[in-house]
Structure formats: structure tokens, C-alpha cells
């Protein structure tokens, strides 16, 4: 629900409030408790109860009676996999996924935007995988990661205006950026130069440089990135891999470009 404002949600009524449920219950990663999602909760107990049931009864959600726990149910299963297929980048992009982890060796994310967020919607693994928060399915944060820059910085004005409001600026590391003001410096360079760069702004350790995806009219359809570890690549070693980045990025838009995308 980070995309969405409160006064969003109170404007979206029950059926908000049953999505706000569902993220809570689907965010934990494992079986919750009812009172698991009383605790983080904005809806009194009956009111939570009855979403819940509503979920549990139209298949959103399935109910585990032995160990009284909720978890995304079958339905919700068969919604995810047709997005993924007809809605992400992902099925578009694998064969190019493939062949650029192929040939540097190096993990490869492949993102998309939602409401200034990152949405990570698939990953190559390097030969030798590094620990790092990014998985498919994964929300990120826009200001702090590469993709998420990527993508913000190519936006129409209006809507990075937008997307760069809706960021928390939270410091994870010393190097985070921390104002909407010093992300917007960053991303005019990133428009200039035509790629992004993370200097373990979002995590000790791990440095990547992504590249955008952009349809033909300009139109941000994903972003692309090559992540390693500081202590095997520096940065003057990812860019020399800017040549291969931009390559597979173009490759992927133009793959794309008959794919029907959400505006």
C-alpha cells in the first residue's frame, strides 16, 4: 500500500480496505496470526475480522484451521501469475536476462515503477550470488536504488514530481541520498549520462549501475541494473560495463514494444 495516500484509501471504501488487508497478510512472507495483523492493523477488531473473512470466503486468502493462520490464497495465486504474464516485463526480458548474466557473470534485477516504488520482477543470479536485499516480487525504495533512479529520472516532469514526492528519504547507509533536493540534482545527471548508478546507497557493500527501459516514444517501461559486491567491482569497473547494459536495455524495449503495458 505504499503507493496509495490515506486519503486514497478512505476514498476507495471496503474494497480498499480489503487490498489493505490483503497487503498486510501477503507482506509477512509466511502464515500470520489474526492478532499477527490486529497489531499493525488501522481497522478495529470486528471490522478486521470481518475483511478477513470476506478474503478467506473469495479465495484472496486461505484460513489453516489447525494452526489458525491466514496466507494468500489460490485465487490470489492464479491473479499474480496472469499479471505477471500479461502485465510485467518479465516474460519479455528472461531471454535477455539470460545472456547478459551469461556473459559478465554479474547478478542482473530487472525492475519496474509503482507509485515511486520499485518493483523487482525478476533476477539472474551472479556465479557467485552475494547477500542483498533485492528478490523478485520485492517493493524497494525509488530514491536510493539504481533501478529506482533509473526509472524516476526519465518520468515526465509531472509524474517525477510526484514519484520524488513520495519517497521517504530514510538513510540506510552514509551515502543515502536524504532530500527530494539532492535527488533532484542526481537525476539530471542520470538524464544526461543515461544511467544510474547506486554507491551502496541502499545497502552496505553492494554498488550496481542500471539503465532504463524506455518504449519509442520516450515512455518509462522498466529500468535494468548489473549489482555487485564492492569488494569484487568498484565503480570504475561497473561502468565499463555501461556498453552491455545499454545494449540489453534497448533489446529488451524493443522486444516490448508490441506489449500492451499499464499506462
Same mark, same amino acid.
Request: charged share 25%; aromatic share 6%; with cysteine.
Given at each position: =500500500?505504499?503507493?496509495?495516500?490515506?486519503?486514497?484509501?478512505?476514498?476507495?471504501?471496503?474494497?480498499? *480496505?480489503?487490498?489493505?488487508?490483503?497487503?498486510?497478510?501477503?507482506?509477512?512472507?509466511?502464515?500470520?496470526?489474526?492478532?499477527?495483523?490486529?497489531?499493525?492493523?488501522?481497522?478495529?477488531?470486528?471490522?478486521?475480522?470481518?475483511?478477513?473473512?470476506?478474503?478467506?470466503?473469495?479465495? =484472496?486468502?486461505? %484460513?489453516?484451521?489447525?494452526?489458525?493462520? %491466514?496466507?494468500?490464497?489460490?485465487?490470489?495465486?492464479?491473479?499474480?501469475?496472469?499479471?505477471?504474464?500479461?502485465?510485467?516485463?518479465?516474460?519479455?526480458?528472461?531471454?535477455?536476462?539470460?545472456?547478459?548474466?551469461?556473459?559478465?557473470?554479474?547478478?542482473?534485477?530487472?525492475?519496474?515503477?509503482?507509485?515511486?516504488?520499485?518493483? %523487482?520482477?525478476? *533476477?539472474?543470479? +551472479?556465479?557467485?550470488?552475494?547477500? =542483498?536485499?533485492?528478490?523478485?516480487?520485492?517493493?524497494?525504495?525509488?530514491?536510493?536504488?539504481?533501478?529506482? *533512479? +533509473?526509472?524516476?529520472?526519465?518520468?515526465?516532469?509531472?509524474?517525477?514530481?510526484?514519484?520524488?514526492?513520495?519517497?521517504?528519504?530514510?538513510?540506510?547507509?552514509?551515502?543515502?541520498?536524504?532530500?527530494?533536493?539532492?535527488?533532484?540534482?542526481?537525476?539530471?545527471? #542520470?538524464?544526461?549520462?543515461?544511467?544510474?548508478?547506486?554507491?551502496?546507497?541502499?545497502?552496505?557493500?553492494?554498488?550496481?549501475?542500471?539503465?532504463? #527501459?524506455?518504449?519509442?516514444?520516450?515512455?518509462?517501461?522498466?529500468?535494468?541494473?548489473?549489482?555487485?559486491?564492492?569488494?569484487? %567491482?568498484? =565503480?570504475?569497473?561497473?561502468?565499463?560495463?555501461?556498453?552491455?547494459?545499454?545494449?540489453?536495455?534497448? *533489446? #529488451?524495449?524493443? +522486444?516490448?514494444?508490441?506489449?500492451?503495458?499499464?499506462?
Amino acid at each position: =500500500m505504499g503507493a496509495m495516500d490515506k486519503s486514497t484509501q478512505a476514498a476507495d471504501g471496503t474494497v480498499g *480496505k480489503a487490498l489493505q488487508v490483503l497487503d498486510m497478510v501477503a507482506e509477512k512472507a509466511r502464515p500470520v496470526r489474526f492478532n499477527d495483523v490486529l497489531a499493525e492493523s488501522p481497522f478495529p477488531k470486528a471490522t478486521l475480522y470481518r475483511l478477513l473473512q470476506t478474503l478467506t470466503s473469495q479465495g =484472496m486468502l486461505s %484460513y489453516d484451521e489447525e494452526r489458525q493462520t %491466514y496466507a494468500p490464497g489460490i485465487r490470489l495465486v492464479r491473479l499474480a501469475h496472469a499479471a505477471w504474464s500479461q502485465s510485467s516485463l518479465a516474460p519479455v526480458a528472461r531471454p535477455f536476462l539470460d545472456d547478459l548474466s551469461a556473459e559478465i557473470g554479474q547478478t542482473i534485477h530487472l525492475a519496474q515503477l509503482d507509485g515511486g516504488q520499485v518493483l %523487482y520482477v525478476d *533476477k539472474r543470479n +551472479a556465479a557467485t550470488p552475494i547477500d =542483498m536485499f533485492s528478490q523478485a516480487g520485492k517493493i524497494g525504495p525509488g530514491y536510493c536504488t539504481g533501478v529506482g *533512479k +533509473a526509472m524516476i529520472a526519465f518520468l515526465k516532469p509531472e509524474a517525477r514530481e510526484d514519484a520524488i514526492k513520495r519517497q521517504s528519504f530514510f538513510r540506510h547507509t552514509d551515502n543515502t541520498l536524504t532530500t527530494a533536493e539532492a535527488l533532484r540534482t542526481e537525476l539530471d545527471t #542520470i538524464r544526461e549520462d543515461g544511467v544510474a548508478f547506486d554507491r551502496e546507497e541502499h545497502e552496505v557493500g553492494i554498488n550496481c549501475i542500471a539503465a532504463p #527501459i524506455l518504449s519509442s516514444n520516450g515512455r518509462v517501461i522498466g529500468a535494468l541494473s548489473i549489482t555487485t559486491s564492492r569488494q569484487d %567491482y568498484n =565503480m570504475d569497473d561497473l561502468t565499463q560495463l555501461r556498453p552491455q547494459l545499454l545494449s540489453t536495455a534497448a *533489446k #529488451i524495449a524493443e +522486444a516490448a514494444e508490441a506489449w500492451q503495458f499499464p499506462g
